[in-house]
């Protein structure tokens, strides 16, 4: 697509922004309670169901045609209004399982079993945020309906936290009970400054793949290490070298990561363990990456194992998000839209994130698909952020992660809003 192209595109889109602003800007109380509340009663991955059911619930108030319970605690709402493309537009359910540290008046205290342990709960990812202004969306998309022809598939993903979810709603015939969709959005809170929008072309999330492995040893006598077959430090040499696969076998020029974020094995200092199990994660941008870094894992593995004289180890590897690659064409389409209604300096490339989502499932359909990111902290404490030495803004999954809810949700719900319009008969 010619940049004159782009121009046309935001020109036909110019009209609409300002409609879609003011309606946003009215039912913004609505937003604001909605979000406070879903903030306040977060659930994990599967266990959605106060969640859903209160989505669910607003979507039928809006003339959607909802259906509960896909792909377990999932919701798909439709709403046809003529001839027209059909547009997907995903949202996540869940939280995480973790205790919230914001201090905020309506900070989370729900707590649930996760693993069979009881945990607190917080949307320390920002779904909550992502969920109020997908009910911004879809309120501003139904009230604009003279405005546009085509199908909207408003979907209420469970579990992206542990990316189950999408193929979870799949399994259960996502495209075949309802309309296939032939764009697909999703977005997602960064801590960007309030009022921008960030997105790119080609990859824009990691391919996630987990590690676990079981080091075998034989049991002993701290003090007489002789006697006994260590797999502590079998698992200690296994986590210094596998680094090396990082830095010295794939092209620097490309990303990738090897972490690991759990060693378990032993129970006092003088006993030597039988076992020691370790587990991490594996990231990468491209397939190619990807198959060298879990190639290298399983060869280091097994040869840490044996400079020992150990027993082969237990090696799990188990694939987990695929990357998500936004279509090159509607990128395009869409940026036209977003610069024009938040202005170049506050719509922009960005590089893509190190972390992984599931809604790559959905675009690994042969869907024409955009994920894309929108800011959540005032911009002077961004700009503090950046500077050297500066304070640091909390990250995503931090317990003090605490979005500005205004103007974050307004900006988020009106980038959707005029993204699903520029692809929608007019």
């Given amino acids: ?56 619930g607003e979507m039928r108030k809006l003339g959607f045609e909802v259906t509960e319970k896909v792909g377990k605690t999932g919701i798909v709402a439709v709403l046809r209004n003529g001839t027209g493309p059909t547009v997907l537009v995903r949202t996540e359910l869940d939280g995480l399982p973790m205790e919230e540290k914001t201090g905020l008046p309506y900070a989370s205290r729900a707590r649930a079993s996760s693993e069979g342990r009881d945990s607190f709960v917080t949307h320390s990812c920002g779904h909550d ?30 579990a992206e936290e542990i990316t189950s979810g999408a193929k979870a709603m799949l399994d259960d015939g996502l495209f075949k009970r309802f309309p296939k969709p032939d764009y697909a959005f999703a977005l997602h809170s960064w801590p960007l400054a309030h009022g921008t929008v960030g997105y790119n072309s080609g990859p824009v999330s990691s391919n996630s793949d987990g590690l676990e492995i079981v080091f075998k040893g034989r049991g002993g006598h701290g003090s007489a290490p002789d006697k006994a077959l260590d797999p502590i430090t079998i698992a200690a040499r296994f986590v210094v070298d596998v680094q090396t696969v990082v830095s010295r076998e794939k092209d620097p020029k490309e990303f990738g990561v090897v972490t690991i974020g759990a060693i378990q094995g032993g129970t006092v200092g003088n006993i030597i363990p039988d076992s020691v199990l370790v587990r991490g994660t594996i990231r990468s941008y491209s397939p190619e990456v990807r198959a060298r870094l879990l190639e290298g894992v399983r060869r280091v593995a097994n040869a840490s194992a044996a400079m020992a004289g150990a027993p082969a180890p237990d090696v799990q590897l188990a694939a987990g998000g695929a990357a998500i690659v936004n279509d090159e064409e509607l990128v395009r389409r869409t940026e036209a839209v977003f610069q024009d209604a ?27 698909s955009m994920f894309f990111f929108t800011g959540v902290y005032d911009p002077k ?39 699903v319009l520029n692809v929608l008969k007019r």
Wanted: charged share 15%; proline share 9%; with cysteine.
């Fill in 1 to 56: 697509m010619s940049l004159s192209c782009g121009a046309v595109l935001a020109q036909q889109a110019a009209p609409l922004k300002t409609q879609v602003a003011s309606r946003i800007e009215r039912m913004y109380p609505w937003l604001d309670a909605l979000y406070k509340d879903l903030h306040a009663h977060p659930e994990i991955a599967f266990q959605e169901t106060r969640t859903a059911g209160k989505l669910a």
């Fill in 129 to 158: 945020v992502h969920m109020a202004s997908w009910l911004g969306a879809a309120r501003t998309l139904v009230e604009l309906k003279d405005q546009w022809r085509g199908t909207l598939v408003f979907i209420g993903q469970p």
């Fill in 342 to 368: 938040f202005g170049p300096a506050n719509a922009q490339r960005m590089p893509a994130m190190t972390a992984s989502e599931d809604f790559s499932q959905f675009a690994a359909q042969g869907i024409p």
């Fill in 381 to 419: 404490d961004v700009a503090e952020a950046r500077r050297p030495g500066g304070k640091p803004v909390a990250f995503n999954h931090s317990p003090f992660y605490a979005p500005v809810p205004e103007p974050s949700i307004k900006t988020a719900a009106q980038a959707m809003s005029l993204a």
